[in-house]
Every structure is written in structure tokens, then in C-alpha cells.
């Protein structure tokens, strides 16, 4: 059986001959695994190793601590969806986010914001090919977001992306900076890494 047929079975409701939508997603349910929208096509992923994870946690524990004791905003976990573009839809999921407080409404109890996070992080995971992880930056830029820190665990580094087109290679003794997104937070790569 093929992929189609097998998401066919499962989804009977779901027209996969058409583009999906946001909603469709929302429906969706594939235990243990993790799905993304892109223009329309339903994208599933598994899971992200357990180094990946404590990366993650890592640096969302001092974003989160940052962003708490000033008030800024909200600290979003591994994974939590936002639609960033409509007819088609596209859905990414962040390894870490942040959203200024002057847009916290925008999060809705149900679904998926609308809205892209003013800073976010993306984790490299060994089977990430270049292009789809090019691709993804290319996405949050042009949703809206300020600043992407692109954290590479393999080669100890990070790469910050910014709307102007502007990039800058972080070894693992420089430190992330929120620049005018977060200023004055500043976390040492190698803490993240650790």
C-alpha cells in the first residue's frame, strides 16, 4: 500500500487530492510522529533525536528565564505550530520561539497562531538536507520574523539569519544575542550546547 492510500485510510474526511488547510492539520493525529504544513502538503517527520531535545530545553530555559524576569513576552516550546501563510497554507514548527508581548493576543486557546514569532531557533538534525532547512529560514523571514538562530549541535555552531538578508556565524565561544529583538539577552552557545 502507498503512502496516499495508507493516509487515505486513516483520513477519510481529509480530501488529499486537494491542498490541506491549517484546520485539516489540526484534525490529524499520527502518534509519535511530527508534521508540518508546507503550501498545502502535509509534511511527517520523526521524531527529533534526544540530543536534540536537550538543546532545545537548554536554550529555552534561558530565553525563558530572560524573557520572564523582563516581562517581554511569551517563550514557545519545541514544536508548537504557526501558520505563516495562506492559499496555501504553510505551518511550521520552531525548536524554540518568542513572541513579543505586544502580540501575545494574537494566540488563540484553539489552533494555530497566526502570527510569526519575532525570534525563534532552529535545531540541524544529522538527516536535514540544506535546501529544506534553507527553505524553512527563507519561510520565517518572509512571514515576519526578525531574527533565526539556525543552531548546528555537529559543527558547534550557530548561523543568525535576518530579514535584510544579513548572516552571522557564531562558533561556540561567541554567545546568542537577542540584538533589537531581546536586547540585552546574551546566552553563551557553549551553555546550549552543553
Not at 521524531?47 to 530555559?61: D, K, Q, R, S
Not at 520561539?97 to 484553539?110: E, K, M, V
Not at 555537529?154 to 552571522?168: H, I, M, N, Q
Not at 561567541?174 to 550546547?193: I, M, N
Request: a negative charge; one cysteine or more.
Amino acid at each position: 500500500m502507498d503512502r496516499s492510500q495508507l493516509f487515505r485510510d486513516m483520513f477519510p474526511d481529509v480530501k488529499t487530492s486537494q491542498l490541506l488547510t491549517a484546520q485539516d492539520v489540526e484534525r490529524i493525529s499520527l502518534p509519535g510522529k511530527m508534521t508540518e504544513l508546507i503550501r498545502g502538503q502535509l509534511v511527517v517527520r520523526e521524531p527529533p533525536g534526544t540530543w536534540h531535545g536537550v538543546i532545545a530545553a537548554n536554550l529555552t530555559y534561558h530565553l525563558g528565564d530572560f524573557v520572564r524576569r523582563h516581562g517581554l513576552g511569551i517563550v514557545f516550546a519545541q514544536d508548537t505550530g504557526f501558520k505563516i501563510a495562506s492559499h496555501p497554507d504553510t505551518v511550521r514548527a520552531p525548536d524554540v520561539a518568542f513572541l513579543g508581548r505586544d502580540r501575545a493576543d494574537r494566540i488563540p486557546a484553539r489552533g494555530y497562531a497566526e502570527v510569526a514569532p519575532d525570534l525563534l531557533a532552529e535545531i540541524l538534525s544529522a538527516e536535514d538536507r540544506p535546501a529544506e532547512v534553507l527553505a524553512k529560514v527563507a519561510d520565517w523571514l518572509a512571514a515576519g520574523t526578525k531574527l533565526v538562530w539556525l543552531l548546528d549541535p555537529e559543527g558547534r555552531e550557530a548561523r543568525v539569519y535576518r530579514p535584510d538578508g544579513s548572516l552571522s556565524v557564531l562558533l561556540e565561544d561567541d554567545a546568542l544575542g537577542g540584538e533589537d529583538v531581546l536586547p540585552g539577552f546574551s546566552c553563551p552557545l557553549a551553555q546550549v550546547f552543553a
